[in-house]
DNA sequence: CACCAGGCAAGTA
DNA sequence: TACTTGCATGGT
């Protein structure tokens, strides 16, 4: 479709106007950014900052210094984001690889091609393409587009996609359409979350929305899909 | 009380 | 291949 940038361009521009940056990454650090990318999985961020900040509290935020500790303890400390038991095993299996491959040093791994970093990432377990995007543009500042549900809800209650389209269709989608810029990535992705929680949701609540009058279809709610 | 949150992998048919 | 389910805390 001969739009599409237009559209996007739009969408990004309304967004914009109405919420401004929303400085996202919050975070002192590449690696901390990258901690918090797992830890936020399926969970509010405001139970990752806790779990954080119980990382943070022991000096032993490192690569090596979370590996070294217990499973027990590092599960501790991670409770209040959640799926702890899970997030332990993905955050070790994420921090092993950095161990393994490039001895402990994430700067040496956030210097490989952003391809070959992503299938690294890809091919830890626990690691999937939101998470192993939002490390990418997030804690390496490459520029890759982070696709979420709200993006897939948003796109796709404007007819801008159908629903057999993939993770990575979409993400083409925007990144074919728009210029690679971390920056406009960062931000784009920050304000689709800000608004798909707004207003964006399973029961719809479109009044008021910035995207009310956007896209091929403009309003058009549907209530099957999730 | 129900529902949601910046997902992913494993199991089932 | 295409659904479903488990994982879990904390806020609205």
Known sequence: ????????????????????????????????VMVGAVLTQNTNWTNVEKAIKNLK?????SVKGLLDMPEETLAALIRPAG??????????NLLEMIMRDYDGRLEAFFD??????????????????????SIILYAAERPIFVVDAYTYRILSRHEMVTD?????????LFMSH???????YNEFHALIVKTGKSFCRKTPLCENCPLQDWGPARYLPKYTEN
């Open 1 to 32: 479709m001969a739009n599409t940038q237009q559209y996007l361009m739009e969408m990004y521009q309304l967004l914009y106007e109405r919420f401004g940056p929303q400085h996202w990454w919050p975070g002192d650090t590449p690696f901390e």
């Open 57 to 61: 509290s022991t000096g032993r935020f």
């Open 83 to 92: 799926y702890y038991n899970l997030k332990t095993k993905r955050l070790r």
């Open 112 to 133: 490989e091609d952003t391809s070959t970093m992503r299938e690294k990432l890809l091919s830890i377990k626990g690691i999937g393409p939101e998470t192993a995007d």
């Open 164 to 172: 057999d389209m993939s993770y990575e269709d979409l993400q083409e």
């Open 178 to 184: 728009l210029p690679e810029d971390v920056q406009l």
